[in-house]
């Protein structure tokens, strides 16, 4: 019982770490659990991204309803998003499930890297101003969920770090709108990964509990900071992290 309440309380500041960041962010916060739970709880590589999906449903749940209140969630754009998503959500966990715990950490640390660095090149690579159609901007949301869908489920990450800088980027979507857009459009992919990651026995349920109820904590709590944060500084502070957590797992 005493081991019970012990892996409950790390998965709760886990849970509130990466809840707190993802809703500051608009992201699930698996970038910040998956390296926590394979550090501190010494799970396997595939056991913390099924276990990171479960935590991220909450998070998205939360974090979306607190962006709503400021008014900034598109949901057309998210209900694009997250159908596409689902579709190819239990592919991604499946393809996850097929790779060596070596490959997982590598896949992992380079494509949060890469996703970091693309949304801090906004501003000055990406200097450009997009108007699309209405053919541009969905064929961009369907595009974006379905690649979005298959690296949740991979990742275990709710999918956020590819959303925002695909909507800020190619649609020219505010910040704060692609932020909290995103954490809803998640929340159907998240579900379809972590029950994938689930029936593949991902899932350690033993931190479950502590680690949602942290998520939905500390998403709300950085959901509600985020609209007090300029918007150049929500994408240094994803970035930053991003990079870092990356160079860290590739050592």
Known sequence: ?????????????????????????????????????????????????????????????????????????????????????????????????????????????????????LLLSKGTIFNISFQPGPFVYYLTLIITGIFTGFLTGMMGVGGGSLMIPSLVIFIGMPQHMAQGTSLLAMLPGSAVGAFTHYRLGNVVKTIALGLIFGAAAGGYLGASLAHTIPEFYLRGIFAIAGIWMGIKYLK
């Not at 709760?12 to 910040?32: D, P, Q, R, T, Y």
């Not at 659990?33 to 939360?62: D, E, K, N, V």
Request: glycine content about 12%.
């Open 1 to 117: 019982m005493a081991n019970f309440w012990a892996d409950q309380s790390k998965g709760l500041l886990i849970g509130l770490s990466g809840g707190f960041f993802g809703g500051l962010a608009g992201l699930g916060g698996g970038i910040i659990m998956i390296p926590l739970m394979y550090w501190a709880m010494r799970l396997t590589q595939h056991q913390a991204h099924g276990t990171s999906l479960t935590a991220i449903i909450f998070t998205s749940l939360i974090g979306s309803i607190a962006y709503f209140r400021h008014g900034s969630v598109d949901f057309t754009a998210a209900l694009v998003l997250a159908a596409s998503a689902m579709v190819t959500a239990r592919l991604g966990a499946l393809y996850a499930h097929s790779l060596t715990e070596k490959k997982l950490m590598r896949a992992f640390a380079w494509f949060v890297i890469f996703i970091s660095l």
